[in-house]
C-alpha cells in the first residue's frame, strides 16, 4: 500500500503557509496544495520537527476546502503542487430529504462503502445532480463520519465512482449531462460507467478467441424455429430480457422428446417458481410472451450444472481492480437453486453457500477456485479492452458443468451483493468496499501524474 500522512490544520501557523512531511522534502520543493479541483499558491516548508505530517494554515484549509477530519490521505506531488486526497466523488441518485437514511435503503450499503476511508486514504462521498453548485464549482456531499451522516462542501472530486442504482437512472437526460460535463470540462476521471447489455457482451467477447470456449451459444430471438434447433441440440434453453437484472424475466425452455411435449419453468409475479406443459413451442412462447414482446429476448443455451443436493449451483466472482490497477479476484461464492426455480437468485427461492459448503472434497475445492479465478481474470482483461470507460469492477455469473468445463452466463458491471450476506463472506464484503476506493485512488494518482495515460 502506498503511504498514507496525517493532515492537521494549525492555528499556528502564519497565514497561506503549509509544512509538507520531511521525508518528501527531499525530492520535491512545492509552491502550490491542491484538494479535488481546488488549488492554491503556498508558501510550503519541509516540518520543522521532521514529522512526516501534512499541517496546512487555516486560511489554506478554507480556500481549497479541507475538512477537519482525523483521517490519513495519500499526497501526490506533480508540477509543484501538492495534492492531497484524493477526493472520491460517488455518483448516485434516489436522495430523501431523511437525515439518517438520505439514499433511502441503499443508505446502509454507502454508509458501509464509505467507512472504509481510513483504509484506503482517501476521502469519498456520496452526491447527485442536485448537489453540484456549478458557478462555485462545489459540491455539497453527504459523508459517513463517526457513526453518521453529515453533509459538507467539498471540491468536485479527482475521481468519480459511478453507483447510479439503475438502466431508468442511467438514461435520464439531466444525469448524462452531469456526467459529460464533469469528464469534458473538468476531465475527471468517470469509473465503472452503465450497465453492460448481455447481448452486447456476448457478441463483443465471442470474436475474442481467448474467452470464445467460455460461452454458451446466445442469440436475439429471431424465430420458434431457432429455439426448436437448440433445444434438439441442448434440451433446454433459457429466454432472457437483453438488459433484466436480479434473475427477473428468466424462463427456462425444455423439451421432452419422450412425451413430445414443451415445459416452461418460471417465477410469477407473485414470486411463485412455476412450470407448464404445452403441445407446441409456439402456444409456449405466445402464453408466455403475449402481445409479441420478442423483439427484446435473447436465447441462451443450457448448461447441465453442477449439483448440490439435487438442486443446480452456478457460482458469482466478484473482480476488482487494485490500488495498482490490477485485476484481483476479491470474492468467489456458489448460488445454489432453490426447488423448481429456474434461476439460482435469492429472492427466487435459492442460498448462498461457500465453495467448501458445495464440494467436500478439499482438492477438488482448490481446483474449483482456480478454474473460476483464471477464467474471471481473463475475462476482466478482454471486457476491459471490449467496453467503452473505465472499467473497475464486475460480477460474473459462472457455471460449471458435469465434466468441468467453466461458462459464462452474465457479466455485470454493478453487481449485487447478496452473496455478502453470507456470515463467511463478511471478510470478502469488506474486501470489495476497500478495493473499489482503492481503485479510485490509483485513478486519480494516474490523472495527477499521467493524465495521458487516464484519458486517450
Known amino acids: 500500500m502506498k503511504k498514507q500522512y496525517r493532515i492537521d490544520i494549525s492555528d ?33 516548508y519541509p516540518h520543522p520537527d521532521g514529522k512526516n ?5 487555516p486560511d489554506i484549509a478554507e480556500t481549497i476546502k479541507v475538512p477537519s477530519l482525523d483521517i490519513p490521505f495519500h499526497l501526490f506531488i506533480a508540477d509543484k503542487t501538492i495534492h492531497i486526497g484524493p477526493l472520491i466523488g460517488v455518483f448516485t441518485s434516489g436522495f430523501t430529504p431523511f437525515a439518517m437514511r438520505p439514499i433511502g435503503e441503499r443508505s446502509i450499503f454507502f454508509s458501509k462503502l464509505l ?10 462521498f456520496v452526491f447527485g445532480e442536485q448537489h453540484i453548485n456549478w458557478e462555485e464549482g462545489t459540491i455539497e456531499g453527504l459523508i459517513y463520519h463517526k457513526n453518521g451522516w453529515q453533509s459538507i462542501i467539498l471540491p468536485f472530486p479527482n475521481v468519480i465512482y459511478d453507483r447510479l442504482p439503475n438502466r431508468r437512472s442511467e438514461k435520464k437526460a439531466a444525469l448524462r449531462k452531469v456526467k459529460d460535463r464533469l469528464q469534458s470540462e473538468y476531465l475527471i476521471p468517470w469509473y465503472n460507467p452503465g450497465f453492460f447489455n448481455k447481448l452486447d457482451v456476448f457478441e ?58 414443451y415445459y416452461c419453468r418460471f ?32 436465447v441462451q443455451q443450457g448448461i447441465h450444472l453442477l449439483r448440490h443436493e439435487r438442486c443446480p449451483v452456478d457460482f458469482r466472482v466478484h473482480t476488482n481492480k487494485d490500488e495498482n490497477g490490477r485485476w484481483k479476484v ?22 448462498i453457500k461457500t465453495i467448501e459448503e458445495v464440494i467436500e472434497n478439499k482438492e477438488e475445492q482448490k481446483k474449483l477456485l482456480q478454474k473460476l479465478s483464471e477464467a474471471s481474470l481473463l475475462l476482466s482483461h478482454v471486457l476491459e479492452n471490449h467496453m467503452e470507460g473505465i472499467v473497475g469492477e464486475i460480477g460474473f455469473d459462472l457455471g460449471v458443468d458435469r465434466e468441468g468445463k467453466v461458462w459464462l452466463f452474465e457479466a455485470n458491471s454493478k453487481p449485487g451483493r447478496s452473496i455478502f450476506k453470507h456470515p463467511d463472506m463478511k471478510e470478502f464484503d469488506l474486501l470489495t468496499r ?20 487516464v484519458f486517450k
Do not use: W
Not at 505530517?53 to 494554515?57: E, F, I, K, Y
Not at 467507512?115 to 476521502?123: I, P
Not at 412455476?274 to 402464453?287: A, D, V
Open 267 to 298: 417465477r410469477d409475479t407473485d414470486g411463485i417458481n412455476r412450470l407448464r406443459k404445452f403441445e407446441t413451442l409456439e402456444s409456449l412462447m405466445k402464453h408466455t410472451f403475449p402481445n409479441n414482446k420478442l423483439n427484446h429476448l435473447i
Open 53 to 57: 505530517t501534512l499541517v496546512l494554515s
Open 204 to 261: 463483443r467477447l465471442e470474436s475474442v478467441g481467448a474467452v470464445s470456449s467460455l460461452l454458451p451459444e446466445t442469440h436475439p430471438f429471431t424465430s420458434f424455429s431457432m429455439i426448436e434447433r437448440m433445444l434438439s441440440l441442448y434440451g433446454h434453453v433459457y429466454v432472457k430480457p437483453m438488459n433484466g437484472s436480479l434473475g427477473l424475466g428468466i424462463y427456462q425452455v425444455l423439451y421432452d422428446r419422450d412425451q413430445n411435449h
Open 12 to 44: 499556528h501557523l502564519e497565514k497561506g503557509t503549509i509544512y509538507f512531511p520531511a521525508e518528501l522534502s527531499k525530492h520535491h520543493a512545492p509552491t502550490r496544495v491542491s484538494f479535488g479541483t481546488f488549488a492554491t499558491q503556498a508558501k510550503c
Open 330 to 351: 476479491s470474492a468467489v461464492a456458489a448460488k445454489v437453486a432453490g426447488p423448481g426455480s429456474v434461476t439460482t437468485h435469492v429472492k427466487s427461492g435459492g442460498c
Open 434 to 453: 476497500k478495493l473499489s476506493l482503492a481503485f479510485g485512488v490509483f485513478l486519480s494518482e494516474q490523472a495527477i501524474k499521467k493524465p495521458g495515460e
Open 115 to 124: 467507512s472504509v476511508k481510513k483504509f484506503v486514504g482517501a476521502l469519498p
